[in-house]
């Protein structure tokens, strides 16, 4: 279980790769550390607290609610240190480097193997169930979505397909829409992406990035919607596809920050915020759905630091590097969009079929942050599935609706945000 209140921490080490520093200021010089004699059983660490006497006893040294002992500090054969980073457990503020800091994670054990999940990179528990409510304003068409960070609200593409009076809108907590910008006229499936804070290559939080319909090229809008480059960026040569394969903007640094985009003839293209275009892969189908994976081994396998691809059609996940096709993974999904369940972020998705918003609150995913999900449009089921690392080969979960959950009937683009829509109120 994630608490709310460590939900920045996990974020911020989602975005920045494994950490492992001592966070601890609470420990005098020349004080004395004891063990609280209780072995592998010891109770809560005092946490820094004083003992009653001169002596100063810190139990916790990364102050991550573990106590020392719990973490190893007095196993017989030295302190335990699970990834092998050499920072020991007990100074180890994410000790299994998957990217979720033990304070988060804590000492239950979500996949009943018997390792406690701070320890645990892989966790294939079956997801929670979910709760989906319709989000009771109405939607003029809604295709793609995603999280619009400067004024903590909801952007999508609307009033497919002609993309008329305004191709976006931002929904504001009330359940008002706005144009978002003065674009207009965008036509058939618009898939968009916006920039996060904190990205290294150059983009602005809140800029949004779509394709307009002509062949290889990429339309940016900046993030208060006043300013619009068409084209921004036209990819070099011809025959290029589309952008209704997707577009993402790369959270991780991985790819240097870039916009990743793919497109409906199979290209994955980087391209840096100053519009330098260069291609990764070229594979001749339709992409769609597209992520970057955080570069955590332990907990993701062979998807780590990898470009993911749906391609629908085919029934394929297509893993992609700088060096282009890595491989392409038959997961029983057929891909329409793929995220990353982000901390303390609720779920929106367009539900084409009723032309509704499904929402479900970030506590829903609560036993799956960090993990990817997949979107499949038509299905019998959920639509939703978690994609996860087994430990042997890379598997998708399909996530159960909750007894009174809303049932999706055709997903188009879904997206986690840090904002809230009426019945689904922004997270605490
Ligand atoms: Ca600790
Ligand atoms: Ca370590
Ligand atoms: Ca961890
Ligand atoms: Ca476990």
Redesign the pocket.
């Known amino acids: 279980m994630i608490s709310t209140r460590t939900t920045a921490a996990v974020l911020t080490t989602l975005a920045l790769a494994a950490c492992s520093a001592d966070s601890?200021t609470s420990t005098p010089t020349g004080t004395t550390t004891t063990t609280t004699g209780t072995g592998g059983s010891g109770g809560a660490?005092a946490g820094g607290t004083g003992t009653g006497g001169d002596i100063f006893v810190d139990?916790?040294?990364?102050?991550?609610?573990?106590?020392?002992a719990?973490?190893g500090r007095y196993d017989p054969g030295g302190a335990r240190d699970t990834d092998g980073d050499g920072t020991p457990?007990?100074?180890d503020t994410d000790s299994d480097a998957d990217g979720l800091p033990?304070a988060a994670e804590g000492s239950g054990d979500l996949d009943g193997d018997g390792l406690p999940n701070s320890v645990d990179p892989i966790n294939n528990n079956t997801p929670a169930a979910i709760t989906l409510t319709a989000i009771s304003t109405t939607f003029n068409n809604p295709i793609g979505i995603d999280f619009h960070e400067p004024t903590g609200s909801v952007v999508i593409s609307a009033n497919y397909p002609t993309g008329a009076p305004s191709t976006f809108e931002r929904i504001q907590q009330d359940g008002t829409h706005l144009p978002f910008s003065a674009v207009s006229g965008f036509t058939d499936e618009v898939k968009i992406a916006t920039a996060r804070p904190g990205n290294v290559g150059g983009f602005t939080a809140g800029e949004l990035f779509v394709g307009n319909g002509v062949d290889g090229q990429i339309v940016r809008i900046s993030p208060d919607g006043s300013s619009v480059q068409n084209p921004w960026v036209t990819l070099p040569g011809v025959n290029h596809g589309l952008m209704r394969g997707s577009l993402y903007v790369d959270p991780t640094g991985l790819y240097g920050g870039d916009l990743i985009v793919a497109t409906t003839l199979g290209e994955v293209w980087r391209v840096t915020s100053g519009g330098a275009a260069t291609q990764l892969a070229g594979i001749g189908v339709h992409l769609e759905g597209l992520t970057v994976v955080p570069n955590f081994p332990a907990r993701f396998g062979p998807l780590a630091g990898k470009i993911l691809a749906g391609a629908e059609a085919e029934g394929l996940l297509h893993v992609f590097d700088d060096t282009g096709l890595v491989t392409s993974l038959t997961i029983g999904v057929l891909v329409e969009d793929i995220d990353l369940v982000m901390p303390n972020e609720n779920f929106f998705g367009v539900n084409f079929g009723t032309s509704r918003l499904l929402g479900a609150p970030a506590a829903d995913f609560a036993s799956i942050v960090g993990d990817i999900v997949l979107t499949q449009e038509t299905h019998t089921g959920t639509g939703l599935y978690r994609l996860v690392w087994d430990g042997t080969s890379v598997v998708a979960q399909e996530i159960p609706l909750a007894v009174a959950s809303q049932i999706p009937t055709q997903w188009e683009h879904v997206t986690f945000a840090a904002a809230g829509i009426l019945e689904i109120p922004p997270p605490q």
């Open positions: 601890d660490g139990t916790d040294a990364d102050d991550d609610g573990l106590s020392d719990d973490e457990d007990y100074l033990d």
